[in-house]
């Protein structure tokens, strides 16, 4: 694919980033993109492996390998470098409807096992060959409002509209049922919009596509919390389904002493509050201006709450690690085609080392202590350094304190240690079980309820958006199924 010779003739060229320093002064995406000739050059290293996993999405070494919505990858590279990008984008669109998530959020599952990487060191830019196809497709108006031709006369309520509850409305309203997706927020996304800052995911973007959706016929209703103020009975009643998208959104906390010290947050209330701030042009609920930060676990959510506070002014930061430092290359043990299992320096990192002068990252530590004054606020934390540690029953490696601490100054405390699974309230209104891992019982996306489905990270825990994704395509055509007797999706 792309040209014969091209993974040897062009060196791997992405977009270039403003200056870290620079771009603390605004929440904005951060990235100057190659022009469309340069595009087109990079499309043209695409190999003709035979084997193509980076469209795979196998499941190897505990990871997934490859794109799991099975993005046909070779096709539309070949297809850019011939300068032939309607084509290629109708090919992407075949497999992923909501690329303009995907090419600014996925950590690129695609390139990590990308032939051309492990035999030349530097994998295609497949995440940004796939921006400039759906990009390319909005400029040119290729990305318009096509409404099914003809209705089913069935209804279907999807409850949430993160990035499952989006792709799973978009397919069954194709399919022409009536979809309505009730949302608790304000404004439709999920995660998209409240769990992922701008400077990686600028909320236009967001936007843009629920209004081709709306044009589509998906109806969406903001503000409505359904289980608590919205009755689960009477969804049940007005609709011949029910999708449940909600997310895993049950932070794991911490039980520690002076854990209620004003000043210690869950990151995703962070995050939420200043996203809401930037939407209303008002200040936000939360503010780490003026302030020392501690973010409490490392992962995506960690480095966002890193790139905001910077954002918004904090005099100093630390990051708490509680896994030892990952390698700087693969192990034996971690060989391609599997996720490389290495350490990844984020933007949110290389920014505070500009401000800073150093990696806020300390790891194999964890928080033992919050300190706070006698109005309740909090001034410090106790921080415990910790060793790994085989379990003799279990042999699996453990993290235990080996007696060293230090204390570090701090006003305020950002827990991202990740997620115990999806807030239960919602499953327990409609009668669905949950699983020992807080998630909803499932059997391909059918719950025990009857006509109640469910997906995305509620159904499989806290993931990717492409997973999300994926789930929303898949479980689109197990309600069509059960809706029609038969699925075309």
Not at 14 to 19: D, K, P, R
Not at 360 to 368: G, N
Not at 393 to 402: F, I, Q, S
Request: proline content about 6%; aromatic content about 8%.
């Amino acid at each position: 694919m792309g040209k014969i010779t091209g993974f040897m003739d062009y060196p791997r060229k992405t977009s270039t980033e403003t200056e870290p320093l620079a771009r603390l002064e605004n929440y904005n995406e951060f990235h100057a993109w190659l022009p469309r000739e340069e595009q087109q050059t990079q499309a043209g290293r695409c190999m003709d492996c035979g084997v193509p996993f980076c469209q795979s999405g196998l499941m190897l070494g505990g990871a997934a390998s490859g794109c799991p919505l099975h993005n046909l990858i070779p096709e539309w590279n070949e297809l850019v470098w011939r300068g032939k990008w309607r084509l290629a984008f109708d090919r992407l669109r075949a497999t992923n409807r909501f690329a303009e998530f995907t090419s600014r959020v996925c950590p690129a599952l695609c390139e990590a096992a990308c032939t051309c990487g492990e035999v030349t060191g530097s994998p295609v830019s497949i995440r940004e060959n796939e921006r400039a196809i759906v990009e390319m497709g909005y400029s040119k108006g290729w990305v318009t409002a096509d409404p099914p031709p003809a209705r089913t006369g069935k209804s279907v309520a999807v409850i949430g509209a993160g990035p499952a509850g989006l792709a799973v409305a978009d397919y069954l309203n194709k399919r022409g049922h009536a979809v309505t997706v009730y949302e608790r927020e304000d404004r439709p996304g999920g995660l998209l919009m409240y769990g992922i800052p701008n400077m990686k995911l600028e909320k236009q973007v967001v936007e843009r596509r629920v209004k081709i959706m709306q044009a589509e016929g998906v109806e969406f209703l903001t503000g409505m919390n359904v289980g608590r103020t919205v009755d689960a009975a009477e969804v049940l009643a007005h609709h011949d389904a029910v999708v449940l998208c909600c997310g895993a959104k049950q932070p794991r906390d911490l039980d520690v002493p002076g854990r209620e010290a004003e000043g210690v947050y869950f990151a995703v209330d962070y995050l939420t509050s200043v996203t809401k701030a930037l939407l209303s042009g008002g200040p936000a609920a939360l503010t780490a201006e003026g302030k020392n930060v501690l973010v409490i676990g490392g992962g995506d959510t960690g480095n966002d709450c890193q790139g905001t506070a910077l954002r918004q002014g904090c005099a100093g930061l630390l990051a708490l690690e509680m896994m030892p430092e990952p390698p700087a290359g693969r192990t034996n043990t971690n060989p391609w085609p599997e996720w490389p299992r290495v350490k990844k320096t984020d933007y949110g990192q290389t920014e505070c080392a500009a401000r800073f002068g150093q990696d806020p990252r300390v790891y194999q530590t964890t928080v033992k202590e919050f300190l706070k004054d006698e109005a309740g606020h909090l001034t410090g934390a106790i921080i415990a350094r910790l060793r790994p540690e085989s379990d003799p029953d279990t042999g699996r490696t453990r993290m235990v304190p080996t007696g060293e601490e230090f204390e570090y100054p701090c006003q305020l405390a950002l827990i991202a240690a990740g997620f115990t699974g999806c807030e239960s309230y919602t499953a327990e209104a409609f009668g669905v079980p949950l699983t020992a891992r807080g998630c909803t019982a499932a059997q391909d996306y059918t719950t025990p309820v009857n006509k109640v489905f469910t997906c995305g990270d509620m159904r499989r825990g806290q993931s990717l958006v492409v997973w999300a994704l994926r789930e929303g395509r898949d479980c689109a055509a197990r309600v069509d199924q059960y809706l029609m007797g038969y699925t075309n999706l």
